[in-house]
Protein backbone atom coordinates (compact mmCIF):
# COMPACT_ATOMS: atom_id res chain seq x y z
CA UNK A 1 0.00 0.00 0.00
CA UNK A 2 1.01 3.77 -0.62
CA UNK A 3 2.53 6.02 2.13
CA UNK A 4 -0.65 8.17 1.06
CA UNK A 5 -3.15 5.82 0.60
CA UNK A 6 -2.27 4.46 4.14
CA UNK A 7 -2.33 7.79 5.70
CA UNK A 8 -5.53 8.26 5.17
CA UNK A 9 -6.72 5.50 7.05
CA UNK A 10 -4.46 6.75 9.51
CA UNK A 11 -1.29 4.43 9.49
CA UNK A 12 2.06 6.07 8.49
CA UNK A 13 3.95 4.75 6.12
CA UNK A 14 7.50 5.98 4.18
CA UNK A 15 9.13 4.51 1.31
CA UNK A 16 11.21 1.52 2.36
CA UNK A 17 14.86 3.14 1.46
CA UNK A 18 17.53 3.29 4.07
CA UNK A 19 19.77 6.33 3.98
CA UNK A 20 22.39 4.07 2.99
CA UNK A 21 20.10 3.29 -0.16
CA UNK A 22 19.32 6.65 -0.52
CA UNK A 23 23.49 7.75 -0.60
CA UNK A 24 23.99 4.34 -3.04
CA UNK A 25 21.39 6.17 -5.60
CA UNK A 26 23.85 9.23 -4.96
CA UNK A 27 26.55 7.30 -6.07
CA UNK A 28 25.06 5.47 -8.89
CA UNK A 29 23.89 9.05 -10.13
CA UNK A 30 27.34 10.34 -9.99
CA UNK A 31 28.91 7.44 -11.80
CA UNK A 32 26.01 7.98 -14.47
CA UNK A 33 27.51 11.71 -14.85
CA UNK A 34 31.04 10.10 -15.34
CA UNK A 35 30.02 7.72 -17.66
CA UNK A 36 28.15 10.40 -19.86
CA UNK A 37 31.58 12.75 -19.67
CA UNK A 38 33.52 10.41 -20.91
CA UNK A 39 31.04 9.19 -24.08
CA UNK A 40 31.23 12.87 -24.32
CA UNK A 41 34.89 13.04 -24.67
CA UNK A 42 35.37 10.01 -26.55
CA UNK A 43 32.33 9.44 -28.77
CA UNK A 44 31.34 6.04 -30.30
CA UNK A 45 30.68 7.67 -33.45
CA UNK A 46 26.81 7.26 -34.26
CA UNK A 47 25.69 6.06 -31.01
CA UNK A 48 27.03 8.75 -28.93
CA UNK A 49 24.03 10.96 -29.69
CA UNK A 50 21.18 7.96 -28.58
CA UNK A 51 23.77 6.75 -25.26
CA UNK A 52 24.15 9.97 -23.66
CA UNK A 53 19.61 10.36 -23.94
CA UNK A 54 19.76 7.17 -22.89
CA UNK A 55 21.84 7.28 -19.70
CA UNK A 56 20.31 11.34 -19.44
CA UNK A 57 16.84 9.52 -18.93
CA UNK A 58 18.20 6.50 -16.92
CA UNK A 59 19.35 9.38 -14.59
CA UNK A 60 15.98 11.22 -14.75
CA UNK A 61 13.90 7.95 -14.10
CA UNK A 62 16.24 7.26 -10.72
CA UNK A 63 15.78 10.74 -9.41
CA UNK A 64 11.59 10.48 -10.20
CA UNK A 65 10.95 6.73 -9.27
CA UNK A 66 13.10 6.98 -5.60
CA UNK A 67 14.25 10.25 -4.96
CA UNK A 68 10.61 11.76 -5.58
CA UNK A 69 9.28 8.87 -4.19
CA UNK A 70 6.53 7.91 -7.76
CA UNK A 71 7.50 4.10 -7.57
CA UNK A 72 6.11 4.19 -3.67
CA UNK A 73 3.08 6.51 -4.25
CA UNK A 74 -0.37 6.91 -4.98
CA UNK A 75 -0.42 6.16 -8.77
CA UNK A 76 -2.43 9.08 -9.48
CA UNK A 77 0.70 11.47 -8.60
CA UNK A 78 2.55 9.64 -11.67
CA UNK A 79 -0.43 9.92 -14.24
CA UNK A 80 -0.11 13.69 -13.47
CA UNK A 81 3.31 13.67 -13.83
CA UNK A 82 3.56 11.55 -17.10
CA UNK A 83 0.28 13.61 -18.37
CA UNK A 84 2.68 16.90 -17.88
CA UNK A 85 5.75 15.22 -19.61
CA UNK A 86 3.04 13.45 -22.71
CA UNK A 87 2.22 17.28 -23.18
CA UNK A 88 5.24 18.49 -23.04
CA UNK A 89 6.85 16.17 -25.45
CA UNK A 90 3.83 17.23 -28.28
CA UNK A 91 4.28 20.18 -27.75
CA UNK A 92 7.91 19.87 -28.63
CA UNK A 93 7.35 18.18 -31.72
CA UNK A 94 4.76 20.83 -32.69
CA UNK A 95 6.98 23.26 -32.05
CA UNK A 96 9.50 21.50 -34.18
CA UNK A 97 7.41 20.84 -37.27
CA UNK A 98 6.07 24.20 -36.84
CA UNK A 99 9.50 25.96 -37.51
CA UNK A 100 10.93 23.39 -39.93
CA UNK A 101 7.74 22.18 -41.94
CA UNK A 102 8.89 23.22 -45.55
CA UNK A 103 11.51 24.81 -44.29
CA UNK A 104 14.50 22.50 -45.53
CA UNK A 105 16.13 24.14 -47.62
CA UNK A 106 17.10 26.87 -44.83
CA UNK A 107 17.27 24.10 -41.47
CA UNK A 108 21.71 23.35 -42.95
CA UNK A 109 24.30 24.81 -40.67
CA UNK A 110 25.30 28.35 -41.83
CA UNK A 111 28.91 28.60 -43.52
CA UNK A 112 30.57 30.45 -40.83
CA UNK A 113 34.41 30.46 -42.85
CA UNK A 114 32.57 32.39 -45.26
CA UNK A 115 31.18 34.76 -43.49
CA UNK A 116 34.30 35.56 -41.29
CA UNK A 117 35.82 35.73 -44.24
CA UNK A 118 33.60 38.48 -45.43
CA UNK A 119 33.55 40.32 -42.33
CA UNK A 120 37.27 40.46 -42.36
CA UNK A 121 37.35 41.28 -45.75
CA UNK A 122 35.51 45.02 -45.23
CA UNK B 1 -2.43 16.07 17.68
CA UNK B 2 -3.62 19.23 16.42
CA UNK B 3 -1.16 19.53 14.21
CA UNK B 4 -2.41 15.80 12.92
CA UNK B 5 -5.48 17.08 12.45
CA UNK B 6 -4.64 19.82 10.82
CA UNK B 7 -2.88 17.52 8.06
CA UNK B 8 -6.03 15.17 8.34
CA UNK B 9 -8.00 17.66 6.77
CA UNK B 10 -6.07 17.84 3.77
CA UNK B 11 -6.49 14.24 2.90
CA UNK B 12 -8.79 13.16 -0.67
CA UNK B 13 -11.00 10.53 -1.38
CA UNK B 14 -8.46 8.46 -3.20
CA UNK B 15 -6.04 9.20 0.37
CA UNK B 16 -4.08 11.65 -1.42
CA UNK B 17 -3.28 14.71 0.45
CA UNK B 18 -4.45 17.31 -1.82
CA UNK B 19 -1.25 19.94 -0.71
CA UNK B 20 1.37 16.96 -2.41
CA UNK B 21 -1.64 16.56 -5.52
CA UNK B 22 -1.32 20.20 -6.13
CA UNK B 23 2.64 19.85 -6.49
CA UNK B 24 2.79 17.26 -8.45
CA UNK B 25 -0.07 19.37 -11.17
CA UNK B 26 2.43 22.35 -10.26
CA UNK B 27 5.54 20.15 -11.74
CA UNK B 28 3.53 18.68 -14.23
CA UNK B 29 3.03 22.25 -15.99
CA UNK B 30 6.26 23.07 -15.50
CA UNK B 31 7.37 20.62 -17.60
CA UNK B 32 5.79 22.01 -20.66
CA UNK B 33 7.30 25.05 -19.47
CA UNK B 34 10.62 23.92 -19.61
CA UNK B 35 9.60 21.43 -22.64
CA UNK B 36 9.13 24.75 -24.61
CA UNK B 37 12.58 26.15 -23.90
CA UNK B 38 14.18 23.46 -24.50
CA UNK B 39 13.00 22.78 -27.88
CA UNK B 40 13.43 26.77 -28.78
CA UNK B 41 17.31 25.80 -28.05
CA UNK B 42 17.30 22.81 -30.20
CA UNK B 43 15.38 24.97 -33.06
CA UNK B 44 18.37 27.49 -33.01
CA UNK B 45 20.84 24.85 -32.35
CA UNK B 46 24.08 25.83 -34.66
CA UNK B 47 21.91 28.47 -36.14
CA UNK B 48 24.04 31.12 -35.12
CA UNK B 49 26.12 33.41 -37.82
CA UNK B 50 28.12 35.13 -35.76
CA UNK B 51 29.96 33.91 -32.51
CA UNK B 52 31.00 32.85 -29.85
CA UNK B 53 29.92 29.56 -30.69
CA UNK B 54 29.13 26.92 -28.20
CA UNK B 55 31.96 24.97 -28.93
CA UNK B 56 34.02 28.06 -27.95
CA UNK B 57 33.06 28.44 -24.88
CA UNK B 58 30.84 25.87 -22.85
CA UNK B 59 33.12 25.10 -20.04
CA UNK B 60 32.36 21.04 -19.41
CA UNK B 61 34.82 20.10 -16.33
CA UNK B 62 33.08 23.44 -14.90
CA UNK B 63 29.59 22.21 -15.32
CA UNK B 64 30.21 19.02 -14.58
CA UNK B 65 31.46 20.14 -11.39
CA UNK B 66 28.01 21.66 -10.27
CA UNK B 67 25.70 18.97 -12.09
CA UNK B 68 27.73 17.05 -9.45
CA UNK B 69 26.91 19.88 -6.86
CA UNK B 70 23.15 19.41 -8.21
CA UNK B 71 23.06 16.14 -7.88
CA UNK B 72 24.23 15.44 -4.37
CA UNK B 73 22.15 18.69 -3.30
CA UNK B 74 19.04 15.75 -4.46
CA UNK B 75 21.00 13.34 -1.70
CA UNK B 76 20.46 15.60 1.12
CA UNK B 77 17.20 16.81 0.20
CA UNK B 78 15.92 13.34 0.05
CA UNK B 79 17.82 12.66 3.00
CA UNK B 80 16.25 15.80 4.92
CA UNK B 81 12.74 14.25 3.81
CA UNK B 82 13.82 10.87 5.44
CA UNK B 83 14.84 13.16 8.63
CA UNK B 84 11.35 14.90 8.71
CA UNK B 85 9.04 11.82 7.82
CA UNK B 86 11.39 9.70 10.88
CA UNK B 87 11.17 12.17 13.34
CA UNK B 88 14.94 12.93 13.25
CA UNK B 89 14.89 16.77 13.23
CA UNK B 90 18.40 17.06 13.68
CA UNK B 91 19.16 15.10 10.36
CA UNK B 92 16.19 17.04 8.80
CA UNK B 93 18.23 20.20 9.85
CA UNK B 94 21.24 19.40 9.05
CA UNK B 95 20.54 18.27 5.64
CA UNK B 96 18.18 20.88 4.96
CA UNK B 97 21.38 23.19 5.77
CA UNK B 98 23.49 21.09 3.14
CA UNK B 99 21.00 21.48 0.12
CA UNK B 100 20.76 25.17 0.39
CA UNK B 101 24.70 25.44 0.49
CA UNK B 102 25.20 23.11 -2.66
CA UNK B 103 21.96 24.99 -3.64
CA UNK B 104 23.97 28.09 -3.66
CA UNK B 105 26.89 26.57 -4.50
CA UNK B 106 25.20 25.61 -7.88
CA UNK B 107 23.98 29.09 -8.56
CA UNK B 108 27.47 30.62 -7.73
CA UNK B 109 28.75 28.19 -10.55
CA UNK B 110 26.09 29.83 -12.67
CA UNK B 111 27.06 33.08 -12.06
CA UNK B 112 30.66 32.54 -12.36
CA UNK B 113 29.74 31.06 -16.38
CA UNK B 114 27.47 34.01 -17.39
CA UNK B 115 29.54 36.86 -16.28
CA UNK B 116 32.46 34.91 -18.43
CA UNK B 117 30.27 34.30 -21.19
CA UNK B 118 29.61 38.06 -20.96
CA UNK B 119 33.35 38.69 -20.72
CA UNK B 120 34.09 36.94 -24.33
CA UNK B 121 30.85 38.71 -25.41
CA UNK B 122 28.49 36.65 -25.33
CA UNK B 123 25.28 38.01 -24.09
CA UNK B 124 21.48 37.54 -24.66
CA UNK B 125 21.70 39.97 -28.39
CA UNK B 126 24.89 38.16 -29.49
CA UNK B 127 23.28 35.22 -31.43
CA UNK B 128 20.85 32.78 -31.42
CA UNK B 129 22.84 30.71 -28.97
CA UNK B 130 23.25 33.47 -26.73
CA UNK B 131 19.28 34.40 -26.67
CA UNK B 132 18.07 31.03 -25.89
CA UNK B 133 21.28 29.56 -23.71
CA UNK B 134 20.40 32.47 -21.39
CA UNK B 135 16.89 32.65 -21.75
CA UNK B 136 16.88 28.57 -20.84
CA UNK B 137 19.74 28.03 -18.20
CA UNK B 138 18.80 31.40 -16.33
CA UNK B 139 15.29 30.05 -15.85
CA UNK B 140 16.41 27.02 -14.29
CA UNK B 141 18.89 29.30 -12.33
CA UNK B 142 15.51 31.29 -11.04
CA UNK B 143 14.27 27.98 -10.36
CA UNK B 144 17.15 26.68 -8.33
CA UNK B 145 17.22 30.30 -6.24
CA UNK B 146 13.28 30.36 -5.61
CA UNK B 147 14.28 26.89 -4.23
CA UNK B 148 16.60 27.61 -1.59
CA UNK B 149 14.45 30.35 -0.63
CA UNK B 150 11.87 27.69 -0.19
CA UNK B 151 13.87 25.17 1.62
CA UNK B 152 15.54 27.94 3.97
CA UNK B 153 11.84 29.26 4.65
CA UNK B 154 11.18 25.59 5.58
CA UNK B 155 14.38 25.71 7.81
CA UNK B 156 13.47 28.49 9.73
CA UNK B 157 9.94 27.21 10.43
CA UNK B 158 11.95 24.51 11.97
CA UNK B 159 13.60 26.14 14.49
CA UNK B 160 9.81 27.53 15.53
CA UNK B 161 9.06 25.76 18.65
CA UNK B 162 5.90 24.77 16.90
CA UNK B 163 7.46 24.05 13.75
CA UNK B 164 7.93 20.92 11.61
CA UNK B 165 7.76 18.14 13.89
CA UNK B 166 7.00 14.78 12.20
CA UNK B 167 3.69 15.48 11.74
CA UNK B 168 4.02 17.80 9.24
CA UNK B 169 7.20 15.63 7.24
CA UNK B 170 4.40 16.24 4.31
CA UNK B 171 6.07 20.29 4.23
CA UNK B 172 9.58 18.76 3.61
CA UNK B 173 8.40 16.01 1.33
CA UNK B 174 6.79 18.53 -0.98
CA UNK B 175 9.53 21.33 -0.82
CA UNK B 176 12.11 17.92 -1.83
CA UNK B 177 9.59 17.26 -5.08
CA UNK B 178 10.49 20.63 -6.27
CA UNK B 179 13.77 20.31 -5.69
CA UNK B 180 14.41 16.83 -7.32
CA UNK B 181 12.04 17.92 -10.38
CA UNK B 182 15.05 20.87 -10.64
CA UNK B 183 17.54 18.48 -10.72
CA UNK B 184 16.12 16.61 -13.15
CA UNK B 185 15.59 19.44 -16.10
CA UNK B 186 18.73 19.70 -15.00
CA UNK B 187 20.07 16.28 -16.24
CA UNK B 188 17.99 17.18 -19.50
CA UNK B 189 19.44 20.43 -19.44
CA UNK B 190 23.01 19.10 -19.01
CA UNK B 191 22.91 16.48 -22.10
CA UNK B 192 21.24 18.64 -24.43
CA UNK B 193 23.88 21.95 -24.12
CA UNK B 194 27.16 20.63 -22.66
CA UNK B 195 27.18 16.94 -23.85
CA UNK B 196 25.60 16.58 -27.35
CA UNK B 197 28.15 18.23 -29.64
CA UNK B 198 26.42 21.02 -32.01
Not at chain 2, 42 to 51: A, R, T
Not at chain 2, 94 to 99: A, D, K, N, R, S
Not at chain 2, 122 to 131: D, I, S, V
Request: with cysteine.
Amino acid sequence: MSHEASAGHGHEEHPPTTIRQYVLIGIILAVITAVELVVSYYPPGSLEIPLLLGLSAVKFGIVAALFMHLKFEHKIMTRMFLIGIVLAASLMIAVFALFTHDDTDNRVLPDREAITAGAGGH
Amino acid sequence: MAAAAHDAGHQTSLGVDNRKLLMWIFLASECLFFGTLISTYLIFKGQSLVGPFPGDILDIPLTSTSTFVLLMSSVTMVLAVYGAQHGRLGLMRGMLVGTILLGTTFLGFQVYEFRHFGHVGLNLGTNQFGATFFLMTGFHGVHVGVGVLYLTSLLLGSMRRSGLGKERALWVDTAGLYWHFVDVVWIVIFTIVYLIPE
